[in-house]
């Protein structure tokens, strides 16, 4: 097959998935340049629109609009070629307007299509005008997907989130992790001294990516002060940037960062976590795979990539009984669940993780199991490449003018 592959990032979520199937088709890449390398596969670059004045609707729509219109111009050079089909994230407007240029069957992939994550904390919630702008951007996906001969989305979860027109021709496909060799205890104390972690102390770690309330950053926060109270040498690592990106907190709290909020109702000080921000893709894995135990306490509808991380690293962890996470996972078998909003349940459950090393050895290792069971990215790029397949023997719902 002859793929065009359009995404926000040549370096990403499908670039494992793409780097197994370039031996077997012929893959254009549509990317922004600067995003890193994309090793074999021929590259079409463009630029995002992301538009910073105007209310949040118009911004919203503006940026989703710009960056189809950008595609489409990216692309108007390869009118005349001929694909069996086209990939987009849609979310972005990656597909928006692809029926202009291309002729070939539009597979889109989405997972959160409005403001699912602005409105999972009903106790911050968010201003009308995220509301306003959340209903824009809902409405242009909305079309998209209509418009799309196929839709890929993670989870029968995120499934669930879509109109129910579209049901017909969504199929559900994770994407894949890099499974390695499991970790013994010398190379993961090995990391820990590169990183500069505490080498002997039980290690609780938080990687959200960023400090916010969907993310239930406040949550990791309150468990880590009880956490303390039961193991008084315990250390805690948070890896995440200190902004919001989706909740609505911004207008609940004035201002204030939700991380500073979290640590104020916490009784926490800066000085009692160790802070890091996000960085290169194996360096955050390293940190993920350096700690005792994770916590993922997400509050509705995505849970972090992180969490895949965890997994694929052996790394023992507690997640939230929401969003994929019990779709994907067991209790007791390979994560321990817990309700995001009991703390004293989280707490207790890192305790277990961090003071019992058969525990937390046979959770690890069922964790890494699982990945390589299930979230290679040998077994995404199979799935994807069936429905891809399946795209490409119908015609396309519409042809360029």
């Not at 799309?148 to 989130?161: C, E, K, N, V, W």
């Not at 239930?216 to 040498?233: H, I, S």
């Amino acid at each position: 097959m002859k793929i065009l592959a359009i995404t926000l990032a040549r370096h990403g979520q499908f670039s494992g998935i793409f780097d197994v199937l370039r031996h077997r088709h012929e893959i254009t890449l549509v990317a922004p340049d600067g995003t890193g390398e994309a090793p074999g596969l021929r590259s079409v670059p463009f630029t995002p629109v992301r538009v910073t004045s105007g209310s949040r609707a118009e911004r919203a729509v503006g940026s989703f609009l710009g960056t189809a219109r950008a595609v489409a111009g990216a692309l108007e050079p390869l009118r005349r070629e001929r694909f069996d089909v086209v990939f987009g994230q849609v979310s972005f407007g990656c597909t928006h307007e692809i029926r202009r240029v291309v002729g070939a069957p539009v597979v889109s992939h989405v997972e959160l299509p409005g403001r699912e994550l602005a409105t999972a904390r009903p106790e911050l919630p968010p201003s009308r005008e995220d509301i306003e702008a959340g209903e824009a951007h809902r409405a242009l996906v909305d079309e998209s997907l209509r418009a799309s001969d196929l839709i890929i989305t993670p989870s029968r979860h995120a499934a669930g989130l879509l109109p129910r027109d579209v049901a017909p021709r969504v199929r559900v496909g994770m994407e894949g992790l890099r499974v390695g060799p499991l970790r013994d205890a010398a190379a993961r104390r090995a990391l820990r001294e590169r990183h500069g972690l505490p080498v002997d102390a039980p290690l609780l770690g938080y990687f959200g990516g960023t400090l916010e309330a969907e993310r239930g950053f406040d949550v990791f926060v309150q468990a880590a002060r009880e956490v303390r109270r039961a193991l008084p040498g315990a250390a805690f690592l948070v890896v995440g940037e200190p902004v919001t990106h989706d909740g609505g907190e911004q207008a609940a709290l004035g201002g204030e960062s939700f991380r500073d909020y979290a640590l104020r109702t916490a009784g926490m000080a800066e000085r009692d976590l160790m802070f890091r921000r996000s960085q290169s893709f194996s360096v955050d894995r390293e940190l993920v795979a350096a700690v005792d135990a994770a916590v993922f306490p997400s509050f509705e509808s995505a849970g972090h990539w992180s969490f895949f991380d965890s997994l694929a690293e052996g790394t023992p962890a507690v997640a939230a009984r929401r969003a994929f996470f019990p779709e994907v996972i067991r209790d007791g078998q390979n994560v321990l669940l817990s309700d995001v909003r009991d703390v004293a349940d989280f707490a207790a459950r890192s305790i277990a993780l961090l003071t019992l090393p058969g525990l937390r050895a046979r959770l690890g290792r069922a964790a890494w199991e699982t990945a390589r069971r299930d979230f290679t990215e040998e077994r995404a790029a199979a799935r994807y490449e069936a429905v891809f397949e399946e795209a490409a023997r119908s015609p396309a719902r519409a042809t360029p003018s």
